[in-house]
């Protein structure tokens, strides 16, 4: 009895020495991780909590604001201005993104290829409209866009023809997907390319063994292998398919009766925080956006990660 008791005092010590050390540790590794908890509640969690907040008030003539529950969310899934917006990015993701996508594709697996000549300077000029703010690109193609002032115009005046105004209202969203498309088309690239300056070249040397021709390659090797590269372009793109705003928000200067203020969701909801003043009910737009962006998304990765 006595043996054990010593025991069990010897070992008591180091027992309580352990504990100490992991607490120490636990201690160390949230100083790691403090600072980015910290900006990311912040600038993340914060702000989406006030929305959340805000939703669920309305501001009243007689009463001020007062407490409605969900009562705006309701409001927003029967609002057909609302709806017309979300309708008119899904038209927009379906025909630009894929556009986009194929496009920076081609351009990735021709300078992957080799083939290209001055590869280095073609990379350059196709990733260089992404340096471009997206403000000034809206600003570059709405003046050429113009009809009586741009480039539009001039090319009518000097051949004696009249061209579809690219800002009228069945052309205006086929005009902004060009810009979308001519600011974005190098980033992807990017991506694109640089997955497959990862792909082992062993994988090339074997299918030049076998005999396997250049589109048998594209096909049967890089494609799979920047599977999770395209997965990762397209839900970017789709994000910002979405939150399309600061093209149709520049354009809306030059053409008021084509692009309206629920042209899309995010310039619906601007329009009724700023302009209408209805923050509750612009809070709510947001959040509803904002929920079904993240179910599209998450459906696009985990189809996009599927194993064939």
Known sequence: MTLLSTSA??????????????????????????PFVAVFALVFLAPI?????LSLFQDRLIGGTSFVGLDNYGEALTDPRFWDGLTRVGMFLLVQVPVMLGIALLVALAIDSGRLY????????????YAVPAVVASLIWGFMYGTQFGL?????DAFGIT???????????????????WEFVGYNMLIFYSA???????????????????????????LPAIRS??????????????????????LQKLAPNAITSDFTPNLYTYSLSFAGQQHNYAATVAIVMGVITAIIAYTVQLR?????
Not at 118 to 129: D, Q, Y
Not at 152 to 156: A, E, I, R
Not at 163 to 181: F, Q, R
Request: aromatic share 12%; net charge positive; proline share 7%.
């Open 118 to 129: 001055g590869k280095t300077f073609f990379r350059v000029s196709i990733f260089l409209p």
């Open 9 to 34: 005092q010897a070992v008591s010590p180091p027992g309580r020495r352990a504990r100490f050390r992991l607490r120490k540790e636990a201690f160390v590794g949230w100083g790691f991780v403090g």
């Open 304 to 308: 996009g990660m599927r194993k064939g």
């Open 49 to 53: 909590g006030y929305a959340v907040y």
């Open 163 to 181: 061209l579809p105004d690219p800002l009228s209202p069945s052309l205006a969203l086929a005009s902004i997907g060009n810009i979308v498309t």
């Open 152 to 156: 539009v115009g001039n090319v009518n």
């Open 196 to 222: 497959l300056k990862v792909v082992p070249r062993s994988l090339y040397e074997a299918a030049a063994i076998d005999g396997a021709g250049e589109w048998r390659v594209v096909w049967s090797i890089k």
């Open 229 to 250: 590269a395209v997965v990762i372009a397209t839900i970017f793109s789709i994000i910002g398919s979405f939150q399309l705003f600061n093209e149709p928000s520049i």
